[in-house]
Each structure stands twice: as structure tokens, then as C-alpha cells.
């Protein structure tokens, strides 16, 4: 079964026992319904720990004197008994805000609570509300911002005669204590508002879901505001601007919104779910128009509605009218102050329209001669106010000084350049900004007790980037980049190269390689950044030859003599392609000999040293050159009879001798 199935069969349940027994349950916007005013005399059990009107009273009077600075109780009306001389009760609004006795032009909010007598537990949530915000301004940001920004107006107890009675004689009263005509007492203040008041009959006061009846618990009252309670809460109502209100009531666990009295849609409708939801979502309750529940007409939140353009909200709280303090009460206290924050909050916007501040902080800035420039894109869907932009800031905890905005860069990017400050200073600050329907938004969202800073520190210096010397290579050579002669004076954390070279390339650390496969000039950068995050660059041309020149090999040097022909060997010599010209070069006799060809000859008739340059040459023109020495001699070379005929000689006279030796040795024998 269904959360929503669930609770709509307890409360059909809960209807069925406002029937059959006199402790009426449900008393929310609806009520219940047909129970009569006879109940038994008694009064709650003991361990109920819940707060008298005295004590209500006695409560924020106190408030008031310990906190006067943010919180003023004001005398909105009185009760029926007291314009009868019966008894002194008032009815009390609590006003919270800075300023508080002024009327500023700041977003205003209602929260009510106990209009119908046994409803317990919802003073209790109001109590604790001004609690909270009394006693956190200045502690918790968020409270502090909404007190700074907001007037918001606490009506603890709308029906103080009935929760008296309630508390000391009858706990299931329900109305006020009105004398009627009949003998029967109490006026249902939820059926005593006037309608919907949008035109349509059947939101009317006194329509659905009331009773004409004086005896009734929804009796709605001889005419619309009949009583002296709900012209309070009108009177309230008519003097301000509220743009939210909540009606605090139990039980049942819901949160409802306009209409009550039909399924129709309200024309806000979209609005109003929305912010419903999201209170729901905050509580843990049931979201719903409040006619899903059952129908109504003459209560309050129809006729803020209808009547005065306020997005009200009726919470039915808790599960049961009278639930232990201790626990359960303070559970349903707890729950609900969520969405009753966030309610005041969004009293700036009700309408949720896109409203952005986007600013990146950073907790250090280095020091800087030309001050500091601060910036934030702001947008908003029905356009920014750029005459109403503002940035608050202060230096070392000093008084807030204010500089406007400009438009710095693009449609969106608004900004200000603060004066240089020492090192170690701290400087906070903050955006205030304004759309054109006049809706403020910070950032921080609730500054000035939130905010941006940062602290001023030293300026490291920028390490140098050194790519190395330019580099001329060949396509498909290894090339070696170098950046090792970079430095810094705390050491580089990394080298990064980027290029272009059939789309972008990035290379790592000092001395990467690289194969360029295409020729041309490529502009290589290498970015080096060390440990402070500081950067320089350089960069480093390599360029590419799209053909690689021959290789020139002249042979091995040679020792001539004079007229001896010499032969040149240029036959080592090595092109990728090949070598189309092997042209030879040396001084001859003061004139340039040219020899052509792989190995030509040359017969040299005068001695010295020859440096013969071989100059080799490829077909698309690229060239190489080596050298060769020719050490020619001028000693003539001996003919072949002048040097074996001695030679023989010597051999037979070395021959004879050892024969004639061997014979001597055999004669002695």
C-alpha cells in the first residue's frame, strides 16, 4: 500500500471516529466533522508538559527582553473573552528581524500556529522557532542570514481562550469560546475566513466543508471574520506583504496548499506544488492540495491566498492531537523546523526563477603590485540588474567596503580589481547581486556570515623554460628534444611538449624523442611548471628536409711516385636514392683539376701533397663532399735486374759457405 493510500484510509478512519466518539480527530484545515460541543469535563494527563497562554506569553516577552535587538512582540488583537471582560488574553505576534522596529523593505513572512484549541504540539513548534532564532543570530550562519534578511512575523497562539479551556477543562475543545445564540460556545476559526475570494461562488464562506450549525465543530460563524481572533490574523495579513505563510495544525501528516474547496487547479498552481513538495520532502509528510483531503471553505490559507496573494501552506502535524513532550512532540518539533527555514528563505524568490553566482575562490594569492582582480558570472533568467551589483570586502577583519561591478569580459563575467595589501593579509568578501524583478542572491549564500577569502602570500619567482637550440633533421630521423637547461629555484615538477604534427602531440620529461614522418618547420613548446604551481614556456624550432643528402665516400689516402698514375675511389659514397655526380677537385700546379666519375685517374708529374675533394651529388640535387690525400714522392721506383741479380748473388755465397762448413764437420768425425 501506498504512503499516500495509506494515510488518505487512516484518515477516512479518523473521520469515522470524529463520528462515533467525542475525541474528533484530524482537526486540519477541515476539521472534523459532526461532533457536537457536549464533552466530558477533564483535563490532560499529567505528564503532558505543554505550555498555557501565560506561558506562551511569559515566553516571548522574555525573548523580547533578551533579545530586543531582533525580536519585538506585538498586541494584534484580543481574544472574545477578553472583549467580554471575561478574561486578559491577547493575541501576540512575535516580530524577528534586524532592525526589528523598523518596516524595511525585505521580504515578509507569516507563521501561525493553534487555531483550533487541542492542536498542542503546533504551539510548541512556533515557540521553538523564535527559540531558534533568537538564540542562534550571530551563531548559525544561515539563521543570522535569514534574521539580516527577512521580517518574519510568529503568531504562537491564534486562539489563546480556547487553549486554556482545552488544557484545564475539555482537551478535545476545538473552537474559540464564543457565547452563540443557541447557548453553545466556540466559532471553528478555520471556517471563519472569507473564501477563496477569486470569484467563485462555491469558494465562498460558509460553503463546503462548514457547517451553518452553532453546536458544530466546524460551526463557520454568524459572517466571515466574526471573531476577534481571525480579524487579527486579517488585519496582520492586509498591514504586510507576506509573500509565505504556513498554518500550523494536526494531525496527519501532510502538507497542503490552495485550494481547498475545489479540485480545480490555483493559478499559481505549478508554484505552489513545488514548494509544497519540497516542504514535504523536508518533513517527511504527504504533499496534496488541500481539497484531496476534503473539502473546505472560509479557512485561512484559501483566503491568504485568494484574498491577498500569499502562498500559504497548511501543515498537518504529527499522528495524534496530544503526544508526550519528551519525545513524540519534540520529534514533530524537529521535523518541522527544516521546512519552516527554508519557507522564510525562499519568501526572496517564491517563484524559483534561475538566479546564479558562480565564483571560484582560491585561498592563497600570490602578491601582486596591481592589486587583485575578483570575478564571478552571474545570471539570472529575468535578467541581471548590472546597475546593482555589488562586492563587499574587508582587509585583516576591518570594516566592509562596497565596490561595484563592471562588465569585464564576455555577456556574463562582472568583477572589480581590489588595491595590492601586504603579504599575509586575509581578505574576505562577498557578491551581492540583483535580477530585474528586484530578487536579491549572494555569494556565499548567507554572507556576510559566510564569505569568500584568501590570504596574500609571497610571490615565488617563475621558473625558465630553455627548450634548447633550434634542430634541422630529415624525415624519419630520431629527433632528441632537450630542455634540460631549464631551471627554477625550487625545481621543476614537469616538462611538457606540445606540437602539431598530424594532429596535436604532447611529450614528457627533459629529453623526450620523437620521429617526424613529415617535412616542414614545426614549432615545438615545452611548458615547465614546478612545485608552486608558477610556468614559463619556450620554444624550439625543428625543421624537417623532406629529401636526406648522400653520404661522400673519397677511399683511403695513397702514397704515389712521380708519374705513377693514381686512381680515385669514390665507390663508398651512399644515397638513399643514389648518387647521379662524383665530381673530383684538387690544386694541380696552381690551376683546379676537375675529375668526374666514380674512379677516375690522374698521373701526377710533380711531387708534394694532394687534398683531392670528391663532391658527390644526388638526382633531386642534395650534395656531400670527403677528401682524400695523395702524398706523391719524387725518389724514382728501382728497376727489377738492379735489385734480384744481388740478391741471388748473396744467397748461393750464403749457400756455398754452410756446404762447405758440413763437410769439415763429417772430416773431423
Given at each position: 500500500m501506498t504512503k499516500r493510500v495509506a494515510t488518505i484510509v487512516a484518515s477516512c478512519f479518523l473521520l469515522i471516529l470524529t463520528i462515533l466518539s467525542p475525541?474528533?480527530?484530524?482537526?486540519?484545515?477541515?476539521?472534523?466533522?459532526?461532533?457536537?460541543?457536549?464533552?466530558?469535563?477533564?483535563?490532560?494527563?499529567?505528564?503532558?508538559?505543554?505550555?498555557?497562554?501565560?506561558?506562551?506569553?511569559?515566553?516571548?516577552?522574555?525573548?523580547?527582553?533578551?533579545?530586543?535587538?531582533?525580536?519585538?512582540?506585538?498586541?494584534?488583537?484580543?481574544?472574545?473573552?477578553?472583549?467580554?471582560?471575561?478574561?486578559?488574553?491577547?493575541?501576540?505576534?512575535?516580530?524577528?528581524?534586524?532592525n526589528v522596529s523598523s518596516d524595511e523593505d525585505e521580504p515578509e513572512v507569516l507563521i501561525v500556529a493553534l487555531t483550533h484549541a487541542r492542536e498542542w504540539s503546533t504551539s510548541e513548534i512556533a515557540l521553538e522557532l523564535v527559540d531558534n532564532l533568537t538564540d542562534e543570530y550571530q551563531n548559525d550562519s544561515r539563521l543570522s542570514w535569514l534574521v539580516d534578511n527577512r521580517e518574519i512575523w510568529i503568531v504562537p497562539v491564534v486562539n489563546p481562550d480556547g487553549l486554556d479551556y482545552s488544557l484545564t477543562t475539555d482537551e478535545w475543545w476545538r473552537k474559540n469560546r464564543r457565547l452563540n445564540y443557541d447557548g453553545s460556545h466556540g466559532v471553528d476559526l478555520n471556517r471563519n475566513y472569507n473564501g477563496s475570494m477569486n470569484g467563485d461562488p462555491d469558494g465562498e464562506w460558509g460553503g463546503a466543508g462548514s457547517s451553518h450549525d452553532p453546536s458544530s465543530e466546524i460551526y463557520c460563524g454568524m459572517y466571515a471574520f466574526s471573531e476577534p481572533e481571525t480579524q487579527a490574523i486579517r488585519d496582520l495579513t492586509k498591514a504586510h506583504d507576506f509573500e509565505i505563510a504556513i498554518d500550523f495544525h494536526s494531525y496527519s501528516n501532510w502538507v497542503m496548499w490552495p485550494w481547498g474547496y475545489t479540485y480545480e487547479f490555483p493559478p499559481d498552481n505549478a508554484d505552489l506544488v513545488r514548494i509544497g513538495t519540497e516542504f514535504a520532502n523536508l518533513n517527511g509528510y504527504y504533499p496534496a492540495q488541500s481539497s484531496e483531503l476534503y473539502f473546505t471553505t472560509g479557512d485561512s490559507i484559501d483566503w491568504m491566498y485568494g484574498g491577498e496573494d500569499v502562498y500559504a501552506f497548511c501543515f498537518e502535524v504529527g499522528s495524534e492531537f496530544h503526544p508526550d513532550l519528551d519525545d513524540e512532540v519534540w520529534g514533530i518539533i524537529l521535523e518541522n523546523l527544516p521546512p519552516s527555514f527554508y519557507g522564510i528563505e525562499i519568501a526572496g524568490d517564491r517563484e524559483g526563477k534561475a538566479f546564479d553566482i558562480v565564483h571560484t575562490a582560491s585561498s592563497t594569492r600570490y602578491y601582486s603590485e596591481t592589486g587583485y582582480e575578483i570575478s564571478a558570472d552571474i545570471t539570472a533568467e529575468r535578467g541581471v540588474n548590472a546597475s546593482d551589483l555589488a562586492l563587499y570586502s574587508r582587509l585583516n577583519g576591518a570594516a566592509w567596503v562596497m565596490s561595484p561591478l563592471v562588465l569585464s569580459s564576455g555577456n556574463d563575467t562582472y568583477g572589480v580589481t581590489l588595491p595590492p595589501c601586504p603579504v599575509g593579509s586575509l581578505v574576505e568578501y562577498f557578491f551581492v547581486a540583483h535580477d530585474m524583478s528586484g530578487v536579491e542572491l549572494m555569494s556565499p549564500t548567507y554572507a556576510p556570515y559566510e564569505v569568500h577569502s584568501f590570504t596574500v602570500v609571497e610571490n615565488p619567482e617563475a621558473p625558465v623554460a630553455d627548450a634548447g637550440d633550434d634542430i634541422q633533421v630529415y624525415v624519419g630521423s630520431n629527433v632528441t628534444l632537450n630542455g634540460t637547461g631549464s631551471s627554477d629555484d625550487k625545481g621543476i615538477e614537469s616538462y611538457v611538449w606540445s606540437f602539431i604534427d598530424d594532429g596535436s602531440q604532447t611529450?614528457?620529461?627533459?629529453?623526450?624523442?620523437?620521429?617526424?614522418?613529415?617535412?616542414?618547420?614545426?614549432?615545438?613548446?615545452?611548458?615547465?611548471?614546478?612545485?608552486?604551481?608558477?610556468?614559463?614556456?619556450?620554444?624550439?624550432?625543428?625543421?624537417?628536409?623532406?629529401?636526406?643528402?648522400?653520404?661522400?665516400?673519397?677511399?683511403?689516402?695513397?702514397?704515389?711516385?712521380?708519374?705513377?698514375?693514381?686512381?680515385?675511389?669514390?665507390?663508398?659514397?651512399?644515397?638513399?636514392?643514389?648518387?647521379?655526380?662524383?665530381?673530383?677537385?684538387?690544386?694541380?700546379?696552381?690551376?683546379?683539376?676537375?675529375?668526374?666519375?666514380?674512379?677516375?685517374?690522374?698521373?701526377?708529374?710533380?711531387?708534394?701533397?694532394?687534398?683531392?675533394?670528391?663532391?658527390?651529388?644526388?638526382?633531386?640535387?642534395?650534395?656531400?663532399?670527403?677528401?682524400?690525400?695523395?702524398?706523391?714522392?719524387?725518389?724514382?721506383?728501382?728497376?727489377?735486374?738492379?735489385?734480384?741479380?744481388?740478391?741471388?748473388?748473396?744467397?748461393?755465397?750464403?749457400?756455398l759457405i754452410r756446404r762447405r762448413l758440413r763437410t769439415r764437420a763429417r772430416n773431423d768425425d
Open positions: 475525541a474528533t480527530a484530524t482537526d486540519s484545515l477541515a476539521g472534523g466533522q459532526g461532533a457536537t460541543e457536549e464533552k466530558p469535563n477533564q483535563g490532560p494527563p499529567v505528564y503532558y508538559d505543554y505550555h498555557n497562554y501565560s506561558q506562551i506569553r511569559d515566553h516571548i516577552f522574555a525573548i523580547q527582553a533578551q533579545h530586543s535587538d531582533i525580536a519585538l512582540v506585538y498586541d494584534i488583537g484580543d481574544s472574545w473573552e477578553k472583549k467580554q471582560g471575561i478574561s486578559d488574553r491577547d493575541i501576540l505576534a512575535v516580530k524577528i528581524s534586524d611529450l614528457f620529461g627533459p629529453t623526450p624523442y620523437y620521429v617526424f614522418d613529415n617535412a616542414g618547420t614545426f614549432a615545438v613548446t615545452l611548458n615547465v611548471t614546478d612545485h608552486d604551481g608558477l610556468y614559463s614556456t619556450d620554444v624550439v624550432l625543428v625543421t624537417v628536409l623532406d629529401d636526406q643528402p648522400p653520404v661522400a665516400d673519397a677511399g683511403l689516402d695513397q702514397i704515389a711516385l712521380l708519374g705513377q698514375e693514381v686512381y680515385f675511389d669514390g665507390s663508398g659514397s651512399t644515397d638513399n636514392d643514389c648518387v647521379a655526380n662524383y665530381t673530383w677537385k684538387f690544386l694541380y700546379e696552381s690551376s683546379v683539376v676537375t675529375l668526374y666519375g666514380i674512379s677516375p685517374a690522374f698521373t701526377f708529374s710533380v711531387a708534394g701533397t694532394y687534398v683531392v675533394t670528391l663532391n658527390a651529388t644526388d638526382p633531386s640535387g642534395n650534395s656531400a663532399e670527403d677528401a682524400v690525400t695523395i702524398e706523391v714522392s719524387d725518389t724514382p721506383i728501382p728497376e727489377f735486374s738492379d735489385v734480384i741479380v744481388p740478391a741471388l748473388a748473396l744467397v748461393a755465397i750464403v749457400m
